[in-house]
């Protein structure tokens, strides 16, 4: 068992199921004194609901905690005090139904099932004189996916942005557990059609994880690159459509030209442009025959040459440092008080990369650098991607020099293993991508808690544009780049 | 000195239009399936059985592009290699029978033109878009219908922000319970003449969100499509020639 992310996997024996108050306490003593909130979820069977909480220690290992709770009773909120639970406690709460006493704003994270309605959940409101409401969507002008966005503002400027998702809803968690578990690929791959390559990684490596699947170097080499090349394309986009908003089009225009270049090559390898059959479990779905491997090679260098001619005319463009300098910004304080992931992260200067230190896989093999800033501006959030592009381009050019072997046929996976829950996390593009799996007395999957960084980070953007002009909004939606289908599952 | 970088940009740019979207094949594309006339061993249902979207049946070979995610399963499974994918991108079908493959029979490439709609859009089309638990691949794909490579524009044929100003509805994902009504409520902006477009195999057939628990698939009367571009997600060739073939741009 070998992975580039962070796996860890626990025997449900082996963990223990506490007496609700202790967990909390536990809970709440270990994210005070600086432990980091992966993720929190339940899985209700009648009555009784089982909570399951994942910190991340300041070394980097993971500590899984459980408790019991029943529907009526559940538990007294930590929001209060940890304003990073606000998303986890509600969507625990709607997933479940369990009580979480005193909580301030149990608002649905997506609606899922009939009810509770939307329209049962009115927008904020502020009073007064010079107050207006701005309501854009839930569709919004352009080819991209639904979410509702409330603006309360004093003149043109954003006091409070209340954002409200779920239109995407499809019932993504629902639909894993109905499917034969190592053949969900497909499906995973439709999490956040963007993020295709890091949700099948980190659905593969949990599914090796139960299936005792040992990968080759050159597997995970391979299994890397496709995700550094969807990191590239992805950030191409967002800058592409960083420069269309701020009205920059030499910017949308290279910059989603040499996205083509990036998803193209992605193409030749798996015959997705969006990575699709790259990963499977137990190996990969790409070739890199000789001549392949040239093209490969030959676009890499067009990528490494051509993305510092457009990123040096951005970068010191007046109308770009005007637009983006100083306008929506981020703490390193609130980015950590929100629980941040990703690339809004560590523009904040919070450093947070599941790539960074790691003590086996491809990112042991070929440390990666990490892009930080300390700004927390559109500014920061657009220098940390082409960073992290100029990272990507170079760590991508070594491992195919170094292992342009990936004829390694797929291994098949043993029954997965009873009773044991599996955390896999991969650092896609926007930030961590969380897996948990949990099988049953036979090796079935008995819960599936699928969790893109979007879920976490609507809230930084949300923070972000307050007391920005509500025509900076695109700007800073845009330099945040989240996924709705990601957050609405 | 910005003149000079804005100058270098434009060289490195050069020209990056694709100058007959027709005739272009997009190099690695999982596009297209074909299958084979080899006999199926008796008993064999492997495809059928490896399918995520049961998209394919037996007696003979059929598999249905409005329901295929391009995932390779069968392919992989198939003891006597019936089945494989080609690069070719022309998938679109005005009529949901025409999107299925049936083994031995070489493929129509191309969609078959409507003389009333050409008469109409045929100078001038334009779209709106609207996401309904699509996953942003269709999404990111028909954006790109507009970028430097495809320029789609240069037929007439455009994105616009507002269902008022839209001929047509393009609409991708598997319909979720929680956008039917702003999916009626687009539909209803938009003047007559008007049509629907669904992309993406959720859109045409609820794809591998067929029957999920967040998926309600009822369109109101009137809204049938009138086009389908089957992929997952199509490739931006796809949209294209199934649109131009449509209305007959020659």
């Known amino acids: ?489 | 000195m910005s003149a000079f970088k804005s100058l270098r940009v434009r060289l490195s740019q050069g020209t990056q239009y694709i100058t007959d979207l027709r005739k272009a094949v997009p190099s690695g594309f999982r596009g297209r399936p074909a299958i084979g006339s080899a006999p199926c061993p008796v008993d064999c249902s492997a495809c059928v059985d490896a399918c995520p979207t049961a998209a394919i049946r037996l007696a003979p070979v059929a598999l249905d592009l409005g329901r295929c995610v391009f995932c390779s399963a069968c392919v992989e499974v198939c003891p006597k290699d019936k089945i494989a994918f080609t690069t070719e991108p022309k998938m679109g079908a005005a009529a949901r029978d025409d999107l299925v493959v049936l083994e031995g029979k070489s493929p129509a490439t191309a969609v078959k033109a409507s003389a009333a709609f050409a008469k109409i859009f045929g100078r001038s089309l334009k779209l709106r878009q609207v996401s309904a638990g699509g996953c942003n691949a269709c999404e990111l794909e028909l954006n790109a219908v507009a970028n430097v490579n495809f320029d789609l524009q240069r037929f007439g044929i455009e994105w616009v922000a507002s269902p008022r100003h839209a001929d047509a509805l393009v609409l991708t994902g598997p319909l979720t319970r929680n956008m039917q009504d702003a999916v009626r409520l687009a539909w209803d902006a938009m003047p007559e003449p008007r049509f629907v477009v669904a992309v993406g195999a959720c859109a045409i057939s609820g794809g591998l969100y067929d029957g999920a628990s967040g998926v309600a698939r009822e369109l109101p009367g009137g809204m049938g499509p009138a086009l389908l571009v089957p992929g997952c997600p199509p490739h931006p060739l796809t949209f294209v020639n199934a649109i131009l073939g449509f209305l007959g741009v020659e």
């Open chain 1, 1 to 489: 068992m070998s992975t580039s992310g962070i796996l860890h996997r626990v025997a449900l024996g082996e963990l223990p199921l506490l007496e609700t108050k202790p967990w909390r306490d536990a809970l709440r003593k270990n994210l005070l004194e600086g432990k980091r909130l992966v993720t929190l979820f339940g899985r209700r069977t009648d009555e009784r609901v089982w909570i399951t909480a994942v910190l991340q220690a300041p070394d980097r290992s993971l500590l899984v905690s459980r408790t019991e709770v029943t529907v009526a009773v559940g538990y007294h909120e930590l929001t209060t005090d940890i304003a990073a639970l606000h998303c986890f406690e509600r969507e625990l709460h709607e997933q479940t139904g369990v009580r979480v006493a005193a909580h301030p704003w149990l608002k649905p994270i997506r609606y899922e099932g009939n009810a509770p309605a939307m329209s049962e959940f009115p927008f904020y409101k502020i009073e007064g004189k010079e107050v207006h409401e701005v309501a854009v969507g839930p569709i919004h002008a352009g080819v991209i996916e639904p979410g509702s966005f409330r603006f309360m503002c004093l003149g043109e400027q954003v006091h409070h942005l209340e954002i409200q998702l779920g239109y995407q809803h499809r019932g993504v968690e629902r639909r894993l557990l109905e499917g034969p578990p190592t053949r969900l690929s497909p499906l995973v791959e439709t999490i956040a059609g963007d993020t295709s390559v890091a949700h099948a990684w980190a659905y593969a490596a949990a599914v090796e994880s139960l299936g005792e699947s040992e990968l080759d170097t050159e597997v995970e080499m391979a299994r890397a690159v496709a995700l550094e090349l969807e990191r590239v394309a992805m950030h191409l986009s967002t800058l592409s459509g960083m420069a269309a908003d701020i009205g920059f089009l030499q910017g949308a225009s290279t910059y989603g030209r040499l996205r083509t270049t990036a998803i193209n090559t992605t193409m030749r390898l798996c015959g997705s442009r969006f990575g699709r059959g790259a990963i499977r479990p137990g190996g990969i779905g790409m070739k890199l025959p000789a001549d392949l491997l040239i093209d490969l090679r030959a676009n890499l260098e067009l990528l490494r040459r051509d993305l510092p001619i457009i990123n040096e005319c951005f970068l010191a463009s007046q109308t770009v440092q005007h637009r983006l300098r100083e306008v929506g910004v981020l703490t390193a304080r609130q980015a950590a008080e929100l629980g941040l992931v990703g690339v809004p992260a560590r523009a904040s200067g919070l450093p947070l990369d599941v790539r960074i230190g790691m003590k086996e896989g491809a990112y042991k093999v070929l440390p990666i650098g990490m892009a930080s800033s300390s700004h927390g501006d559109c500014w920061a959030r657009a220098r940390v991607r082409i960073d992290e592009m100029d990272a990507s381009l170079e760590w991508i050019s070594t491992v195919i020099a170094l292992f342009p072997n990936w004829n390694h046929p797929r291994k098949p996976l043993r029954a997965l293993v009873p009773n044991h829950l599996v955390v896999s996390v991969v650092e896609g593009f926007r930030g961590e991508v969380v897996h948990c799996l949990e099988t049953g007395e036979a090796g079935e999957l008995v819960h599936y808690k699928v969790q893109d960084p979007s879920l976490r980070n609507w809230m930084g953007l949300a923070i972000a544009v307050r007391e920005n002009e509500i025509s900076d909004f695109p700007i800073c939606n845009k330099s945040f780049d989240l996924s709705y289908c990601g957050n609405d599952l």
